[in-house]
T-cell receptor
Framework: GAVVSQHPSRVICKSGTSVKIECRSL??????MFWYRQFPKQSLMLMAT?????????EQGVEKDKFLINHASLTLSTLTVTSAHPEDSSFYIC?????????FGPGTRLTVT | QKEVEQNSGPLSVPEGAIASLNCTYS??????FFWYRQYSGKSPELIMF????GDKEDGRFTAQLNKASQYVSLLIRDSQPSDSATYLC????????????FGRGTSLIVHP
């Protein structure tokens, strides 16, 4: 299967700061990437769909000004959590699509203190 | 609203038994069906996909699709404790959208 990487794997930041998470497709080009958030023992929640060269499409209830997504190339999408608060602490996972199936990155665990 | 339903479990089976995981979906036009495995604290890993009615086998895993009943299942033969995880069903709907709809997952526990 295809390989998707994420960086960093873990990050701790102070409330009010911003954090950038990178998602890379290593061995294929992904015109579409997805960003998910998962709280402990809960299901995946799709936050946004990231399309190369265009604005991301956000799911209802996700603040686009708080979660900035940039998909500058066919292999890189970034998610920036701006002005982070403790309630933003979660497991953030990206995925990239082949023709049909999705391949997930290893996830980034964000803790906001 | 496109829905994918799974029993949250936990489903507990003894080592060596067959584990049967089920998933139903609401969009009759759905085209593609996926099973992901997610270990605690890790991201999901694609283990099977199926597009056509019938069975698809890969090692100890068999995916079964019945579009008429809007039902997809995953069978795990000779279950091992290492199979203990949450299994997510995902469905790509009609219309060329590649945005999958995920079920909430079924927790599987394989006890020695």
């Amino acid at each position: 299967g295809a390989v998707v990487s994420q960086h960093p794997s873990r990050v701790i930041c102070k409330s009010g700061t911003s954090v950038k998470i990178e998602c890379r497709s290593l061995d294929f080009q992904a015109t579409t990437m997805f960003w998910y958030r998962q709280f402990p023992k809960q299901s995946l929640m799709l936050m946004a769909t990231s399309n190369e060269g265009s604005k991301a499409t956000y799911e209802q209830g996700v603040e686009k000004d708080k979660f900035l997504i940039n998909h500058a190339s066919l292999t890189l999408s970034t998610l920036t959590v701006t002005s982070a608060h403790p309630e933003d602490s979660s497991f953030y996972i990206c995925s990239a699509g082949g023709w049909n199936e999705q391949y997930f990155g290893p996830g980034t665990r964000l803790t906001v203190t | 609203q496109k829905e994918v339903e799974q029993n949250s479990g936990p489903l507990s089976v003894p080592e060596g038994a067959i584990a049967s995981l089920n998933c139903t979906y609401s969009d009759r036009g759905s085209q593609s069906f996926f099973w992901y495995r997610q270990y605690s604290g890790k991201s999901p890993e694609l283990i099977m996909f199926i597009y056509s009615n019938g069975d698809k086998e890969d090692g100890r895993f068999t995916a079964q699709l019945n579009k008429a009943s809007q039902y997809v299942s995953l069978l795990i033969r000779d279950s091992q404790p290492s199979d203990s995880a949450t299994y997510l069903c995902a469905v790509n709907s009609s219309g060329g959208s590649y945005i999958p709809t995920f079920g909430r997952g079924t927790s599987l526990i394989v006890h020695p």
